[in-house]
């Protein structure tokens, strides 16, 4: 019963896991070729003269392709049609047609022979690769065989993964929280390692010298503003435990190992698909103007334009355009208030009525315009430029709105220093698709003079309300 019960433990496993190749539960034709299999090294789908190929249930694959692609070294002896491969300090030896093989000169049985097909040698990979201290996985359902690099020489086990949380976060940015707790803290050396797969969306963490306790079991995630599907988590090889999480999109999380080493956490933005601005009637956009008058720099060197006046110019008209259109364009700060004597409103002030609930804001929208060098010399960095926060899907598709409706200005000559992600306080923070724009440098000689004029000033107002118009109608 004992037996029986652990065996069924491991088959469970690998299924679960996908890490076995196709050498069970299939059917076993002893000419049974298939190949439709594809081929991953070190995340790379490799593309062979000679497809890898399913033969009796084995993988057999190009034996110079692979294992060089991997850093081995290949060898051929063709009188005794032999061949070596070399890693590190492990070699294995085939011969054609033959299953018996040896691994640093110790004897092992193939069940299938290494053969010469198409005039390449194909080998068994899993046999060859795992000698070699290689990881190989098998993922039925994309036909895809995956060889990783050893995650690291057999060291002894550090300890157990004892415990997986899958919980809800409390930001757009932090939407979903994964949390992977420890026994011991990780390696120094080679603390873990990421992996984000495709077709279907995943993202993997491999923890070397760890192992898994029984009772820490995959988890299924049901939350329609969540990334997230399910995570799932198994052995994969002797001392190393691997941790997928199930994703709708390619998100990649943010990581952050806990002081003490003993758990690490997977901070997944909100899922892009959920966006669904007028689900509540309305359309609320934030605009937020940088800086103040109070704010020291932030003027050009000739002190002819400060940024602040500019910012707030922008808001109040690109908020006049977009009222016109229905919108309801709220402001982050009363530039009103701004007498020269008050002092600038927090960025943390900005955020917390961005997110007010009460507010109902969809898009956050932040006005800058952008400065170089030490503030009082001329210097030659000149144009547009806009920033949305980390991975976020939605604060990038915003930026791109943007970007495809300030093209005329384009044209006519202002330099395009696109679309980029940043850390910037108010876009990090913000609970919605949230963008900074840099409309153009006050520092150079040139451009101060655009963002001084006030027919300048009134055609990128247009440009900035038709993107933010245009990504509010392409998700009602
Ligand atoms: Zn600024």
Known sequence: MRIQKSFYYIIVLLLLLGAGLPQF?????????????????????????VPPLI??????????????????KVEWDAA???????????????????????????????DVPAQIINQRTLIP???????????????????????????????????????????????????????????????ATAPYKTLALTDPDRFAVDLPGFSLTPAVTDQTYADEKSPVTAVRIGQMTADTVRVVVDLLEGAKP?????????????????????????EDGKLVVMLDPGHWSTTAGKRSPDGSLREYEFNQDMVGRVKALLEAQGIIALTSVDASLDNGTTPEPSLAE???????????????????????????????????ETFYYGNSILGKSLAKSLERATAPAFAAGLKN????????????????????????????IYEVEKLKSDSWRAEMATYDATGIIDFLNAYK
């Open 350 to 384: 900005r955020v917390r009525i961005a997110n007010d609930p009460a507010n109902a804001v969809d898009i956050f929208v932040s006005f800058h315009a952008n400065a170089s060098g030490n503030g009082k010399d001329w210097t030659t960095p000149a144009g547009w």
């Open 55 to 72: 033969k009796d249930n084995r993988t057999l694959v190009p034996v110079r392709g692979v294992f060089e692609a991997l850093g081995g």
């Open 254 to 278: 943010t990581i952050t190992v806990s002081p003490d080493g003993l758990s690490i956490v997977l901070k997944f933005a909100q899922y892009s698909g959920y966006f669904k601005p007028l």
């Open 125 to 187: 990979l899993r046999f060859v690769a795992e000698s070699l201290n290689f990881l190989v996985n098998w993922d039925g359902a994309q036909r895809l065989v995956s060889v990783n690099e050893p995650a690291v020489p057999s060291q002894p086990l550090l300890g157990d993964v004892d415990s997986l949380k899958v919980e809800a976060g409390t930001s757009k940015t932090e939407n979903t929280i994964v949390t992977i707790g420890l026994s011991a803290p990780l390696s």
């Open 80 to 110: 005794k049609r032999q061949v070596t491969v070399f890693y590190q300090d492990t070699k294995v030896l085939l011969t054609i047609g033959s299953t018996a093989a040896s691994v640093n000169e110790a004897g092992a049985v193939l």
């Open 417 to 444: 220093r696109g679309v980029k992600s940043a850390d910037f306080y108010v876009i990090k923070y913000t609970t919605m698709p949230a963008i900074l724009i840099e409309h153009g440098f006050y520092t150079n």
């Open 25 to 49: 539960g299939g059917k076993v034709h002893a000419t049974n070729i298939s190949y439709d299999v594809r081929l991953q090294v070190n995340g790379v789908e490799l593309k062979l003269d």
